[in-house]
């Protein structure tokens, strides 16, 4: 993939994913509305996913698109639909103008937020269960992904990313974390994986206190994860106490976004 497009590229993941998908031959196109300085093997574009002129442009001469422009969590209505489901329907219709062949899409856990602990682990392709108009624009932008396959032949991965931060928060985090390591392996074998179709995959570590979502799309894509939060589990512990099997908060997927209010 010698040119490869990241929308969101100053946030929190587009800024892990950077040096972690820096290849000799690879030239990453850095797009976002917050400015950018590019490095070496880099470009920046200063451009908003809400404005499909700017995405064709950005698209030109692309091999692949990393989409991870969007709110990050929950907004009013007209701010989702806006950024997070207009933006990515521009997103889509620009690759798919300027011929680029692949379309990573960083979905999200709270597509399926709601389904309970007993139903755990939560396997690859699970029905839609949006926890809030944020996981709505989740499962919309899962459907893009769909279509743009099953109509236009693009290759599209939808990668649910659970908790990816630095280290785990939480102590719900202790089972949901995605290290910047794995992320930037996970992302890398959705760039190299050959002809993967239409994908959907959940993006969380090797963590000893997981097994709440499959990984096995995720492997057959030749996704290896390495890295486990029990690394800092007794530092969050500490901070936060022992997990409570009766918290509302681990009762399902979702976390915290399956709250009221």
């Not at 972690?20 to 470009?43: H, V």
């Not at 499959?214 to 500490?238: F, T």
């Amino acid at each position: 993939m010698p040119i490869v497009l990241i929308t969101g590229a100053a946030g929190q993941i587009g800024s892990m994913l950077r040096s972690r998908l820096a290849r000799p031959g690879r030239t990453l196109r850095l797009l976002d509305t917050a400015p950018l300085t590019a490095g070496p093997g880099e470009e920046a574009v200063r451009a908003s996913v809400t404005s499909l002129d700017a995405m064709a442009a950005a698209c030109q001469g692309a091999d692949a698109v990393v989409h991870l422009a969007g709110i990050p969590g929950e907004a009013p209505w007209s701010q989702i639909r806006e950024v997070n489901i207009d933006g990515t329907y521009a997103v889509f219709e620009a690759a798919r103008q300027a011929g680029v062949g692949r379309v990573i899409y960083a979905s999200s856990n709270h597509a399926v937020g709601f389904i309970p602990r007993d139903e755990f682990p939560v396997p690859d392709y699970a029905f839609p269960a949006p926890d809030t108009f944020y996981g709505v624009s989740k499962v919309a932008g899962e459907a893009l992904a769909a279509l743009y396959h099953y109509r236009h032949g693009l290759d599209t991965i939808c990668v649910r990313i659970l908790t990816c931060a630095e280290r785990p928060p939480t102590v719900r985090a202790l089972s949901t974390w995605l290290s910047p390591d794995d992320a930037g392996r996970l992302f890398e074998a959705c760039l190299s994986a050959p002809r993967p179709g239409f994908r959907v995959v959940f993006g969380v570590s090797a963590n000893t206190r997981g097994g709440w979502v499959a990984l096995d799309e995720a492997r057959a894509l030749g996704y290896q994860p390495r890295d486990d939060a029990e690394a800092y589990a007794a530092e969050v512990i500490a901070a936060h106490g022992e997990p409570d099997p009766a918290d509302p908060v681990l009762a399902y997927l979702g976390g915290e976004f399956t709250q009221a209010g």
